[in-house]
């Protein structure tokens, strides 16, 4: 199959007869089927980023797409849609385009109204609009759709991500830890209570929780790691206690708007430009990564052909995960044939 389209994943026979098949569905299960499902993704504001990717993967199997926006890049988003900038990236492989039914102010460092301060509530980024806490964004959720089926995670921030760890203030890294960790332990507890048994939760991670990555800084690696932690431990919980899988994708580097923030001022290259190029050069995989990628890996794993999957941290990143040694290294030149 062709890049950045869905693989088809029909399979049709159904003779396979070992103990280890299900008697009771056949191989049928293999058809990506969503219809009937709500998917609510946090963390989207544009379509360049995995969340919009993710989106669109599930929107194609069928589900309905509902998001969370936070409330300062509500209103450009708001306006995008409705001057058709994302018309081209919506469209589906049935020709379709992918419908956002409806779209929630979220701010996922605020876990209910109590927790909101007065700079916040006088915000002009803010006004006129209430309820975008994570315990009310699941209320509403749930007053406007009953019980949902998948909840996505794609967001980060780190305030202090440009200083490297040495420098990084104790309120610095705890920003980073709330919004880009704490969040999706917060969007479990609240929105697992109204998830179906059998449903799915994701987020995206990156290699920077488990490798050095310079540049990546303000405690942004540290909150990787708390989510990929966190994501085992969540799995164990809401597996037991809700019937629902808890996962995430470490994902390659992607020139979205989040990862052109991190900046690199003053520098030839920014961050997100010699981590897409080290890759490129040093992966396994010599190809681009495109947001598509990660959006096919999440849509496998909300959905029930991954219904033994939890608790995992899937790499998605052309496979520079297991690479020990730079090929473009200036140490590694004369190591292969010319
Ligand atoms: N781009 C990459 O190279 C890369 C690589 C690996 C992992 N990721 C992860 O993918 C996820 C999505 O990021 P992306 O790079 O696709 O960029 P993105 O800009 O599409 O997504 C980040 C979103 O987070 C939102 N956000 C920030 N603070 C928030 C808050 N307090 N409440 C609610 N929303 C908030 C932003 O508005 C934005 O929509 C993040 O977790 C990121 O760390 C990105």
């Known amino acids: ?88 990236d919506s469209v589906l492989t049935n020709g379709g385009k992918m419908e956002i039914e409806k779209i929630y102010p979220l701010d996922a460092v605020f876990d209910k109204p109590e927790d909101v301060p007065e700079s916040i509530l006088t915000n002009k980024r803010y006004a006129g609009l209430d309820g975008y806490t994570i315990s009310e964004v699941a209320a509403q959720v749930e007053a406007d759709y009953g019980k949902i089926d998948i909840l996505v995670h794609s967001l980060a921030n780190g305030p202090e991500v440009t200083k490297p760890l040495l420098e990084t203030s104790r309120s610095g890294y705890l920003a980073a830890s709330s919004a880009s960790a704490y969040s999706y332990v917060s969007l479990l507890q609240n929105f697992a209570p109204i998830m179906n048994p059998g449903g799915s939760a994701l987020s995206l ?16 690696s540290s909150a990787k790691s708390q989510l990929e932690s966190d994501t085992r431990t969540l799995a164990y919980e809401a597996g037991r206690k809700y ?29 997100i430009e010699y981590a897409i190029d080290y890759s490129r050069a040093n ?33 998605v990143d052309n496979g520079l995960n297991c690479m020990g040694m730079a090929l473009d290294a200036k140490s590694m030149e004369g190591s292969t044939e010319e």
């Open 1 to 88: 199959f062709q890049l950045g389209a869905r693989p088809n994943l029909s399979h049709r026979s159904s003779k396979i007869t070992s103990k280890n098949t299900q008697t009771t569905t056949s191989l049928d299960a293999y058809n990506v089927d969503l219809k009937g499902k709500v998917a609510f993704i946090a963390g989207v504001a544009d379509s360049t980023g995995y969340g919009w990717a993710i989106a669109k993967q599930l929107a194609d199997a069928g589900a309905t797409i509902i998001v969370g926006t936070w409330p300062p890049v509500l209103k450009i988003f708001q306006m995008g849609l409705r001057k058709g900038d994302f018309e081209d």
């Open 205 to 220: 991670t990156y290699i920077a929780s488990e490798r050095v990555i310079p540049g990546y800084g303000g405690g942004m």
């Open 243 to 271: 019937g629902i899988r808890v996962n995430t994708v470490s994902a390659g580097p992607l020139k979205s708007r989040a990862a052109s923030a991190i900046g690199g001022k003053g520098k030839k290259k920014t961050f």
């Open 283 to 315: 992966a396994p995989m010599d190809q681009d990564l495109y947001s598509e990628d990660v959006g096919n890996a999440g849509l496998y794993l909300c959905s029930p052909m991954a219904r033994a999957v939890t608790g995992v941290t899937m790499y």
